[in-house]
Protein backbone atom coordinates (compact mmCIF):
# COMPACT_ATOMS: atom_id res chain seq x y z
CA UNK A 1 0.00 0.00 0.00
CA UNK A 2 0.74 3.76 -0.45
CA UNK A 3 2.96 5.03 2.68
CA UNK A 4 5.29 8.20 3.37
CA UNK A 5 8.45 8.07 5.40
CA UNK A 6 9.28 12.03 6.92
CA UNK A 7 12.36 12.83 8.98
CA UNK A 8 11.80 12.38 12.69
CA UNK A 9 11.98 15.41 14.97
CA UNK A 10 11.81 17.52 16.42
CA UNK A 11 14.14 19.85 14.66
CA UNK A 12 14.81 23.50 16.71
CA UNK A 13 16.59 25.86 14.54
CA UNK A 14 18.02 29.47 14.97
CA UNK A 15 16.14 32.70 13.28
CA UNK A 16 17.43 32.72 9.48
CA UNK A 17 19.04 29.23 9.25
CA UNK A 18 18.08 26.97 6.59
CA UNK A 19 15.63 24.41 6.64
CA UNK A 20 15.22 21.11 5.12
CA UNK A 21 12.59 18.37 6.14
CA UNK A 22 12.64 14.99 4.16
CA UNK A 23 10.45 13.02 2.93
CA UNK A 24 10.39 9.77 0.61
CA UNK A 25 7.39 8.22 -0.71
CA UNK A 26 6.15 4.59 -1.71
CA UNK A 27 3.21 4.65 -3.96
CA UNK A 28 1.89 2.87 -7.04
CA UNK A 29 1.20 4.64 -10.14
CA UNK A 30 1.46 8.39 -9.98
CA UNK A 31 0.59 9.98 -6.68
CA UNK A 32 0.15 13.73 -5.94
CA UNK A 33 1.81 15.15 -2.97
CA UNK A 34 1.61 17.81 -0.09
CA UNK A 35 3.08 19.20 2.69
CA UNK A 36 0.43 20.35 5.12
CA UNK A 37 1.36 22.40 8.28
CA UNK A 38 -0.52 22.44 11.82
CA UNK A 39 -0.04 25.57 14.25
CA UNK A 40 -0.62 25.36 17.45
CA UNK A 41 -4.18 24.70 18.65
CA UNK A 42 -5.21 24.50 15.14
CA UNK A 43 -6.15 22.12 11.94
CA UNK A 44 -4.10 21.45 9.51
CA UNK A 45 -3.36 23.93 6.48
CA UNK A 46 -2.03 23.50 3.36
CA UNK A 47 1.18 24.40 2.34
CA UNK A 48 1.92 23.41 -0.96
CA UNK A 49 1.62 20.65 -3.11
CA UNK A 50 2.94 18.92 -6.66
CA UNK A 51 0.81 17.04 -9.10
CA UNK A 52 3.27 15.20 -11.31
CA UNK A 53 7.00 14.77 -11.77
CA UNK A 54 9.24 17.62 -11.46
CA UNK A 55 7.03 20.14 -10.31
CA UNK A 56 7.75 22.65 -7.52
CA UNK A 57 5.28 23.58 -5.03
CA UNK A 58 6.15 26.84 -3.23
CA UNK A 59 4.55 29.12 -1.07
CA UNK A 60 5.45 31.75 1.98
CA UNK A 61 9.12 30.77 1.11
CA UNK A 62 8.57 27.08 1.45
CA UNK A 63 9.56 24.49 -1.56
CA UNK A 64 9.72 21.47 -2.56
CA UNK A 65 10.14 19.88 -6.02
CA UNK A 66 8.25 16.00 -6.92
CA UNK A 67 11.10 13.88 -7.22
CA UNK A 68 9.96 10.44 -9.18
CA UNK A 69 13.01 8.93 -9.79
CA UNK A 70 14.38 9.48 -5.95
CA UNK A 71 10.23 9.13 -4.88
CA UNK A 72 11.10 12.14 -3.01
CA UNK A 73 9.38 15.55 -1.93
CA UNK A 74 11.63 17.18 0.57
CA UNK A 75 10.57 20.40 2.10
CA UNK A 76 12.87 23.40 2.21
CA UNK A 77 13.22 27.19 3.25
CA UNK A 78 16.27 29.34 3.02
CA UNK A 79 15.57 31.41 5.89
CA UNK A 80 12.95 30.26 8.72
CA UNK A 81 11.11 32.57 11.36
CA UNK A 82 9.81 32.03 14.57
CA UNK A 83 6.51 32.45 13.38
CA UNK A 84 7.07 29.17 11.19
CA UNK A 85 7.43 27.29 14.15
CA UNK A 86 4.47 23.98 13.54
CA UNK A 87 4.32 20.19 12.45
CA UNK A 88 5.14 19.81 9.17
CA UNK A 89 3.51 17.05 7.43
CA UNK A 90 4.12 15.28 4.72
CA UNK A 91 1.18 13.41 2.53
CA UNK A 92 0.52 11.31 -0.84
CA UNK A 93 -2.66 10.83 -2.51
CA UNK A 94 -3.25 8.24 -4.61
CA UNK A 95 -5.26 5.95 -6.71
CA UNK A 96 -7.63 6.18 -3.99
CA UNK A 97 -7.66 9.91 -3.76
CA UNK A 98 -7.34 9.86 0.05
CA UNK A 99 -4.68 11.15 1.79
CA UNK A 100 -1.87 9.03 3.53
CA UNK A 101 0.05 11.35 6.00
CA UNK A 102 3.47 11.00 7.17
CA UNK A 103 4.21 10.87 11.20
CA UNK A 104 4.64 14.57 11.22
CA UNK A 105 8.21 16.55 12.44
CA UNK A 106 7.81 19.41 15.27
CA UNK A 107 9.77 22.50 14.29
CA UNK A 108 11.04 24.75 16.52
CA UNK A 109 12.75 28.60 15.68
CA UNK A 110 13.77 30.15 18.00
CA UNK A 111 15.03 34.07 17.93
CA UNK B 1 -9.81 30.52 4.05
CA UNK B 2 -11.79 27.17 4.57
CA UNK B 3 -14.95 27.46 5.97
CA UNK B 4 -15.20 24.25 7.95
CA UNK B 5 -16.20 24.52 11.64
CA UNK B 6 -16.09 22.25 14.76
CA UNK B 7 -17.74 22.04 17.92
CA UNK B 8 -17.03 22.04 20.90
CA UNK B 9 -13.16 22.77 20.61
CA UNK B 10 -12.42 21.10 24.19
CA UNK B 11 -14.41 18.47 25.96
CA UNK B 12 -13.93 16.95 29.07
CA UNK B 13 -16.47 14.04 29.68
CA UNK B 14 -16.99 11.09 32.71
CA UNK B 15 -16.44 7.36 30.94
CA UNK B 16 -19.59 5.77 29.72
CA UNK B 17 -21.60 9.03 28.27
CA UNK B 18 -22.32 9.62 25.03
CA UNK B 19 -20.96 12.40 22.98
CA UNK B 20 -21.21 13.70 19.55
CA UNK B 21 -18.93 15.80 17.83
CA UNK B 22 -20.15 18.60 14.94
CA UNK B 23 -18.21 18.88 11.74
CA UNK B 24 -19.95 21.55 9.15
CA UNK B 25 -18.83 22.93 6.03
CA UNK B 26 -20.08 25.67 4.05
CA UNK B 27 -18.46 24.97 0.52
CA UNK B 28 -20.57 22.13 -1.08
CA UNK B 29 -18.02 20.02 -0.92
CA UNK B 30 -19.16 16.06 -1.42
CA UNK B 31 -16.42 13.93 0.20
CA UNK B 32 -15.71 14.68 4.58
CA UNK B 33 -13.40 12.56 6.75
CA UNK B 34 -12.75 12.20 9.92
CA UNK B 35 -9.01 12.01 11.44
CA UNK B 36 -7.70 10.92 15.10
CA UNK B 37 -4.66 12.33 15.98
CA UNK B 38 -2.73 11.30 18.59
CA UNK B 39 -0.48 12.61 21.37
CA UNK B 40 2.62 11.60 19.12
CA UNK B 41 1.07 13.94 16.08
CA UNK B 42 -0.13 10.97 13.60
CA UNK B 43 -3.10 11.28 12.00
CA UNK B 44 -5.25 8.19 11.46
CA UNK B 45 -8.69 8.41 8.90
CA UNK B 46 -11.47 6.50 11.04
CA UNK B 47 -14.44 7.81 8.94
CA UNK B 48 -15.02 9.36 5.42
CA UNK B 49 -17.94 10.52 3.17
CA UNK B 50 -18.16 10.75 -0.21
CA UNK B 51 -21.81 12.60 -0.36
CA UNK B 52 -24.69 11.64 1.62
CA UNK B 53 -26.14 8.69 2.89
CA UNK B 54 -22.48 7.38 1.89
CA UNK B 55 -19.92 6.33 5.03
CA UNK B 56 -17.51 4.14 5.41
CA UNK B 57 -14.82 3.28 8.07
CA UNK B 58 -11.07 4.45 7.39
CA UNK B 59 -7.95 2.62 8.02
CA UNK B 60 -8.04 2.95 11.95
CA UNK B 61 -10.72 0.82 13.84
CA UNK B 62 -12.69 2.96 15.94
CA UNK B 63 -15.74 2.71 18.32
CA UNK B 64 -17.45 5.78 17.20
CA UNK B 65 -19.84 5.98 14.19
CA UNK B 66 -20.72 8.83 11.64
CA UNK B 67 -24.07 9.83 9.53
CA UNK B 68 -24.35 11.83 6.86
CA UNK B 69 -27.61 12.79 6.07
CA UNK B 70 -26.85 16.49 4.65
CA UNK B 71 -23.52 17.78 2.84
CA UNK B 72 -22.63 20.18 4.79
CA UNK B 73 -23.32 18.14 8.28
CA UNK B 74 -20.43 15.13 9.01
CA UNK B 75 -21.14 14.32 13.17
CA UNK B 76 -19.23 11.51 14.70
CA UNK B 77 -20.78 9.89 17.84
CA UNK B 78 -19.21 8.12 20.77
CA UNK B 79 -22.17 6.11 22.24
CA UNK B 80 -19.99 5.31 25.55
CA UNK B 81 -16.56 7.75 26.04
CA UNK B 82 -13.58 5.49 27.40
CA UNK B 83 -10.28 6.69 28.54
CA UNK B 84 -8.47 5.29 25.70
CA UNK B 85 -10.84 7.58 23.48
CA UNK B 86 -8.57 10.89 24.70
CA UNK B 87 -7.58 12.31 21.39
CA UNK B 88 -7.74 14.99 19.07
CA UNK B 89 -10.54 14.66 16.67
CA UNK B 90 -10.20 16.59 12.83
CA UNK B 91 -12.49 16.95 10.46
CA UNK B 92 -11.75 17.25 7.17
CA UNK B 93 -13.52 17.89 3.67
CA UNK B 94 -12.36 17.90 -0.18
CA UNK B 95 -13.87 18.60 -3.77
CA UNK B 96 -14.78 15.38 -5.35
CA UNK B 97 -12.91 13.64 -7.77
CA UNK B 98 -10.14 16.17 -8.80
CA UNK B 99 -6.35 15.10 -9.05
CA UNK B 100 -4.57 16.84 -6.02
CA UNK B 101 -7.98 18.03 -4.33
CA UNK B 102 -6.89 19.90 -1.42
CA UNK B 103 -8.47 18.81 2.01
CA UNK B 104 -9.35 21.60 4.18
CA UNK B 105 -9.10 20.60 7.81
CA UNK B 106 -11.10 22.23 10.63
CA UNK B 107 -9.76 23.45 13.84
CA UNK B 108 -10.18 20.22 16.00
CA UNK B 109 -11.96 19.28 18.88
CA UNK B 110 -9.55 18.09 21.32
CA UNK B 111 -11.12 15.00 23.93
CA UNK B 112 -10.37 14.13 27.62
CA UNK B 113 -12.23 11.04 28.48
CA UNK B 114 -12.28 11.11 33.11
Known amino acids: GDSVTQMEGPVTLSEEAFLTINCTYT??????LFWYVQYPGEGLQLLLKATKADDKGSNKGFEATYRKETTSFHLEKGSVQVSDSAVYFCALSGSARQLTFGSGTQLTVLP | EADIYQTPRYLVIGTGKKITLECSQTMGHDKMYWYQQDPGMELHLIHYSYGVNSTEKGDLSSESTVSRIRTEHFPLTLESARPSHTSQYLC?????????????FGPGTRLLVL
Open chain 1, 27 to 32: ATGYPS
Open chain 2, 92 to 104: ASSENGQRGETQY
